[in-house]
């Protein structure tokens, strides 16, 4: 059976797309559309009508492509830009009813547990998962069998739009103060991505990626877009998504970083895997 998932984030909608049996999964297609509904929220509050009807646009696309590969299990989340704009629930509904789909509105605890559903999440060897993406910054730690997950109000397009609290900007210093020093950062999100390929590596040295944050930032963003060969709308708020990253790196004395393709979407896809194939529970009551 095949399953899908759809995330819609503060910066672009994104969709994958697996191949399921009761023993495998196995991803067959993504897909991401930009469209930063972040900075309506930074800028004006809330989502307008206008805003809401592109994305229905967007969402019915996907929605006619899951029809066409006979895709008729799948799930939609929201994240940050949904859970921040001052109209949350009518959006919500106002979209719901455009696409006779749910949306489930996750919070950020929610997005940085989902994190544990990485292939990697439960190595022992304790990482640190960290997810900047365009409103927050979810974080995962596994330690011994248990993890520690904790989220920030601090994003890519949040600082772009100087809207990266400097009280929150300390709330997470204090809380990273309080971990142990983890060796490894997994680092998450389309940012990251674009950083290290870049440089066509799949790991950095804190020193190397210190130094090639540096190097970036210098670059203004047609320099990024020319040269790097960045997007748009990932030439703009790199530099404020990095710079998150360096401040986690930094306190908890990282050595190591490395970038990963997994995703809110894929761990909502994994979720749905387990729906769908784990035995029925028998449930007596004495």
Do not use: C
Not at 43 to 70: A, T, W
Not at 269 to 276: F, G, P, T, W
Request: hydrophobic share 35%; glycine share 6%.
């Amino acid at each position: 059976m095949k399953i899908a998932s759809i995330d819609i984030g503060t910066n672009a909608i994104k969709s994958k797309t697996f191949k399921t049996t009761p023993i495998s999964i196995e991803f067959l297609d993504g897909k991401r559309s930009p469209f930063r509904l972040g900075s309506d929220v930074y800028n004006h509050g809330f989502l307008n009508n206008k805003v809401l009807d592109k994305l229905v646009i967007i969402l019915k696309k996907y929605q006619k492509d899951f029809e066409k590969n006979n895709i008729k299990m799948y799930e939609i989340v929201a994240t940050s830009a949904f859970r921040d704009t001052q109209n949350s629930e009518d959006a919500r509904r106002y979209v719901e009813n455009k696409i006779e789909h749910p949306i489930r509105i996750i919070s950020g605890l929610e997005e940085a547990k989902l994190i544990k559903l990485h292939p990697k999440a439960q190595s022992k060897k304790q990482k640190v998962f960290v997810d900047v993406g365009g409103g927050s910054t979810e974080i995962y730690i596994n330690k011994d069998d248990q993890y520690v997950i904790q989220s920030f109000q601090l994003g890519a397009v949040r600082g772009m739009h100087g809207q990266n609290n400097p009280d929150e900007w300390t709330r997470l210093k204090k809380w990273l103060k309080k971990q142990s020093k983890i060796e490894e950062m997994i680092g998450l999100g389309g940012n990251i991505r674009s950083f290290f390929k870049i440089y066509e590596v799949g790991k950095m040295t804190t020193k190397d990626f210190i130094q090639n944050t540096f190097e970036l930032e210098k670059l203004t963003i047609n320099e990024k877009m020319k040269n790097h060969h960045l997007a748009i709308d990932k030439a703009d708020v790199i530099d404020d998504a990095l710079k998150i990253y360096l401040e986690i790196l930094k306190i908890l004395e990282v050595k190591n970083i490395k970038s990963t393709k997994w995703g809110v979407s894929d761990s909502i896809a994994v979720k749905i895997y387990h729906e769908l194939y784990s035995k029925k529970i028998s449930i007596t009551r004495n």
